[in-house]
């Protein structure tokens, strides 16, 4: 059973990405699937932070990559038990529930060990040996618990002690014999009617006397049994069964397997195998980082499907979606992208639309499903219309993003150029961010036939300041072009108030042999009335990439 669906935008997401995930997952909250989470495969760029705290939207959960981790398949439903439980009660609760393993906790859920029918039947061999050690770990309270039976008189019932266990069904003799071997203090004796061994038993000041059948001990007796201190304990069973059951009332924390350690949910399924095959029952608890134990997971849990699945929006290229995607079911794909090779293992939904925004398809989605868009959501998808389209000036604006700013700008009240420019400025400054940082804010990557390269956007009121530091910023797209082996790293820097562009390259010598764009400089292009990488630059760059030998 799926337990979660990620929306999720590209890496490097920008603006449109973040807002399009937050804006979908709450129309799917708005339709009663409450399953569906928001989420980023990357830092919120300072534009996309601006518009969330501005319009005060909790951004996506961060998610840096899908690697397969433990807690995408373990199991949902699991038991556990408390470490002060009878080891009778433990088991039972096992049976009950029809668990391999379970859990042993302290009171606030933290993890103790594992019981297991391997443990268990381990220790049922050493109680039922006829060579074992009549001594056992219990408590007063613990015994009651196991019998089912009735305190009668009772003394220090939470105690644990070492009890050894007499059963009086013997002469008196030869019962005051055995009685006088033993520390008194840890005896507790079973009897049915024998008012002597009773009397005996409580005037040798016995830890316990457990009377069985219901049997109705005397007044006088149960009054000697206060001045002597001696626990007075009703059972329903014969003897020779509570004698039996008596030794299962251990602290089922006592019996634990306590090399079996847990694993944590975020774990990788990986790591976790080597530790998965060694375990008797092949099953390991879950715990999270405080250690408390939140499920259990199988090896036969990892040949289901995991319990989560994802939506992906703003792009449908598997280099560009987040790490690990492969491994789940992709449910839907909503973008304005040309479409790349994406396989998947089941019919989708797949809505790809010739528009300037992934915004403009969420804002439409809502209309179509006749919801009524929350101003905050309405506020944040006019903002990712704008951003991604230039405040509906550049080439990939169609008529249908104008129209949809237009509603989008009724229901909020807020003026669409004005709003543009803030959204536009707040993040157009790159005074004290690194070239790292800015080149990887909005960072694409592509294939072309057996090349990769990647192309970065940012969008500035002036190109000065970013021409002044040139060599940072071509000293880090070569630093990016050889970590990932590609043929070239660009950065197309914008400029909003001109509407053209100038573009940084780091490349191999062969690819730049094949530019014609005007140089600006060294390495730096002039890319006059460009202003969208995905209409204008890419088909460009893949024109001139085909050339490449």
Known sequence: MTNKVYIIGHRNPDTDSVVAAAAYARLKHLLGKKEYIAARAGKLAPQTEYIFKRFKVEPPEYI??????????????????????????????????????????????????????????LNSFKILSPKKDDIFLTSIKLIEKTLGAVPIVEFNADDYFKCSLMVGDDDADSFKSLL???????????????????????EAKVRAVIV??????????????RENKVSIISGHDSTVATAMLVEYSSPVSSMADTKILPVKASDTVQKIRAQLAQSPTRCLPVVDDDFKVIGIISESDLLHEANIQVILVDHNEPQQAVEGIENYIIKEIIDH????????????????????????????????????????MASILLCGILSDTLILQSATTTEYDVLTAEYLSNITELDIKTLGNDIIKSGSHIDGRSAEEVVHQDMKEYSENKFKYSVSQIEVDSTREIVER??????????????????????????????????FLASDPKFEAVINFPKRDEHIYYMKDIVSRKKQLIPLLSELTAKVN
């Open 64 to 121: 840096p990559d899908l690697i397969p981790k433990t807690e995408y398949y373990m199991s949902g439903e699991y038991s556990s038990v408390d470490q002060d439980v009878p080891l009778w009660n433990a088991v039972d609760k096992m049976i009950s529930t029809n668990s391999s393993v379970l859990p042993i906790v302290n009171v606030d859920g933290t993890y103790q060990g594992l019981l297991n029918y391997n443990a268990f039947a």
């Open 470 to 503: 040139k060599k940072e910023f071509l000293d880090c797209l070569e630093q990016e072009r050889k970590s990932k082996g590609a043929l070239f790293s660009a950065l197309l820097v914008t400029d909003i108030t001109k509407l053209s562009s100038i573009m």
């Open 337 to 376: 992208h040309k479409i790349n090779t994406f396989a998947t293992r089941i019919p989708i939904n797949f809505i790809n639309k010739a528009v300037g925004s992934t915004s403009t398809i969420i804002a439409n989605l809502y209309r179509e499903n006749r919801i009524s868009i929350p101003k905050d």
């Open 212 to 225: 069985t059948k219901d049997y109705v001990i005397k007044k006088e007796l149960r009054e000697l049994a």
């Open 180 to 202: 006088s071997e033993h520390k008194s203090e840890n005896i507790v004796v079973i009897t049915g009617d024998r008012e002597d061994i009773q009397k005996m038993s409580i």
